[in-house]
């Protein structure tokens, strides 16, 4: 099938790849503009995501779709559509890219605006109730965490961070200003538990371990001072998180067993979690029968689960069975399994993130579990399985490539070094984009 993309470039001479790029980055640019979004100057299709786009062989993704829309004037369904006879029509009757990008332009600096005015609004709720903290103080802030818990798994840290950052201090300063009655002080630790977890994700999606565990460790003293046991837990699980993709086996695993011995009665899916959390750390160490004691007991766990207030939350703070699923295929990669059980417990996994609409999606998770479902293909020398496993990653815009998933991109990459078809010319081209995804690029925030 002709696609109008590849109808529209034939008959711009851009069918080749040399002749596209320049165009497409340059549309990549303007659209950063429009969007004040940095990390789409650096979107940059390799050579065989192209050829697939042209050859009708894939759609773009969410980032590339906004790119080509903005440069050929057309939305991401005509695009893909059969071309018609004849020429090419003109952009969405008539209206012509730019034209549209103008409009783009207005409605993001009119919403650009509206943001600013609400946190002006914010910073003067947040200092009016000035004898004492209000309802409205409260408010404000339990609705700004719920937007982050949301959002958090689902957006680049570009466009989260900011509002991370504000809202910790804002928190930290309510705390220090000695205003709140004692039940509010709980809530704002409560909630400062929350956002200095999510700082502390941040700092580690970024590569940064070393503040991340400062906020990690500042979120295990606001738990305690809220007296919340699984928000104590959960800070465990979050140090054991950060030192286990940092390569720390034994540190990861030792803060996933305190947190399970700190709080034995949690009924939320925290539990679950660290015990997910201890597999693939003990895993990772190569202990086999810990790493597998460790799995059964979190099935076990997720049997007896009654979600709480934490899982109500979701995001980060809740651990649902796609996860649990992409934490168990992890553990069993770990440990060297590549049998027909663990490639399908891998494909499960994959399967089970492709929702981006799912209230559990999150393209970090969506991301890991593609990169086991390749190693599993790996160890039954299926290339081209891998391959296919693994181009939706290194397809991520740099905005999204945190550390987690430039580590799980890394496995792969060794994983094929030490394949018996390394020398396929599939393999090392493979590994060659693996080398350029690296560590250097981390997830770009606001300049």
């Not at 502390?200 to 906020?215: I, L, Y």
């Not at 597999?279 to 460790?294: F, K, V």
């Not at 991301?367 to 991520?396: H, I, K, Q, S, Y």
């Amino acid at each position: 099938m002709r696609t109008l993309f590849r109808q529209l470039l034939d008959t711009s001479g851009r069918s080749d790849y040399a002749a596209f790029l320049p165009d497409f980055k340059a549309a990549a640019r303007q659209r950063a503009a429009i969007e004040e979004n940095a990390s789409l100057c650096n979107l940059e299709p390799a050579l065989s995501t192209y050829e697939g786009w042209y050859y009708g062989q894939r759609q773009p993704q969410r980032d590339a779709r906004r790119v080509l829309t903005h440069m050929l004037g057309h939305s991401i369904e005509e695009l893909w559509n059969p071309a018609p006879e004849g020429a090419a029509p003109s952009p969405q009757a008539g209206a012509s890219a730019d034209l549209r990008a103008d409009s783009g332009a207005v409605h993001h600096e009119m919403r650009r605006t509206a943001a600013m005015a609400a946190r002006r609004a914010a910073d003067f709720a947040l200092g009016a109730e000035r004898g004492q903290i209000g309802p409205e103080t409260l408010g404000l802030l339990t609705d700004t965490v719920g937007d982050i818990v949301e959002q958090y798994p689902k957006v680049p840290l570009s466009e989260i961070w900011d509002s991370i950052a504000e809202a910790q201090d804002d928190t930290f300063r309510l705390i220090e200003g000695g205003r709140a009655r004692p039940s509010q002080t709980r809530d704002l630790h409560f909630l400062a538990t929350i956002l200095s977890i999510h700082m502390a994700k941040a700092s580690h999606d970024m590569g940064d371990e070393k503040s991340a565990m400062v906020q990690a460790r500042a979120a295990g003293v606001c738990a305690q001072q809220a007296e919340h046991g699984g928000l104590i837990a959960l800070t465990y699980g979050l140090k054991s998180l950060i030192t286990y993709w940092s390569g720390k086996g034994s540190q990861a695993l030792h803060y996933a067993r305190q947190g399970a011995a700190e709080q034995p009665d949690l009924h939320g899916t925290v539990g679950v979690w660290l015990a997910g959390l201890e597999a693939r750390a003990a895993a990772l160490l190569g202990d086999d029968q810990a790493a597998i004691t460790a799995l059964h007991r979190a099935q076990g766990l997720r049997e007896r689960v009654t979600p709480d207030s934490l899982d109500a939350y979701g995001g980060l703070l809740t651990f649902p069975e796609p996860k649990h699923l992409y934490y168990a295929t992890e553990a069993q990669v770990l440990l060297g399994r590549g049998d027909s059980e663990t490639v399908a417990l891998a494909e499960r996994a994959v399967e089970a993130f492709e929702d981006p609409q799912a209230p559990h999606w999150a393209f970090g998770d969506q991301a890991g579990a593609r990169c086991n479902l390749a190693l599993t293909r790996l160890r039954g020398n299926e290339v081209d399985g891998a391959a296919e496993a693994l181009r939706p990653v290194l397809d991520l815009q740099s905005g999204l490539r945190n550390r987690g998933i430039v580590v799980s991109a890394e496995r792969v990459g060794q994983a094929l070094l030490h394949s018996a078809a390394r020398d396929a010319t599939l393999a090392r081209d493979l590994r060659e984009e693996i080398e350029a995804y690296g560590p250097t690029r981390r997830p770009a925030l606001p300049r």
